[in-house]
C-alpha cells in the first residue's frame, strides 16, 4: 500500500509561516509527480501547487504564487510546502498526493492515485 504522510500545519497568525512536509515511498520522486491540495470546510478540495519529477518545474495556484514554495529532497524522500505570509483564507486541511506521471504536473485532483491523510493549517486574524 503506497503511503503519503503529511506534517507541519499547526495554528499561525496571519502574517506568519509555516512548512509542511510530505513523505513518500522511497524512489517515488524519481518518477512521479506530487501536489499539494487543500480543502477549506464546505469547500471543494483545490490544487495548490504541484512539481515535476522529471525537470522539477512547479506550478502555483494564482491564490499563493509568491507566498508559497514547493520543493523536494529527493535523498529524503520528502516534498516540502513553505507558506509564508499566510492569510486567514489559508486554512484548510493541507494534502500530498502522488501524480501518476514525471511530466508537467496537474492542478486537477483526477490526475492523482494516491493521497496522505492530511494536516490541519489554521491562520489566526
Known amino acids: 500500500q503506497v503511503q503519503l504522510v503529511e506534517s507541519g500545519g499547526g495554528l499561525v497568525q496571519a502574517g506568519g509561516s509555516l512548512r509542511l512536509s510530505c513523505a513518500v515511498p522511497r524512489f517515488t520522486l524519481d518518477y512521479y509527480n506530487i501536489g499539494w491540495f487543500r480543502q477549506a470546510p464546505g469547500k471543494e478540495r483545490e490544487g495548490v501547487s504541484c512539481?515535476?519529477?522529471?525537470?522539477?518545474?512547479?506550478y502555483y495556484a494564482d491564490s499563493v504564487k509568491g507566498r508559497f514554495t514547493i520543493s523536494r529532497d529527493n535523498a529524503k524522500n520528502l516534498v516540502y510546502l513553505q507558506m509564508n505570509s499566510l492569510k486567514p483564507e489559508d486554512t484548510a486541511v493541507y494534502y500530498c498526493?502522488?501524480?501518476?506521471?514525471?511530466?508537467?504536473?496537474?492542478?486537477?485532483?483526477?490526475?492523482?492515485?494516491?493521497w496522505g491523510q492530511g494536516t490541519q493549517v489554521t491562520v489566526s486574524s
Open positions: 498526493a502522488i501524480e501518476n506521471t514525471y511530466l508537467y504536473c496537474s492542478d486537477s485532483r483526477a490526475s492523482y492515485n494516491y
Open positions: 512539481i515535476s519529477a522529471n525537470d522539477g518545474s512547479t
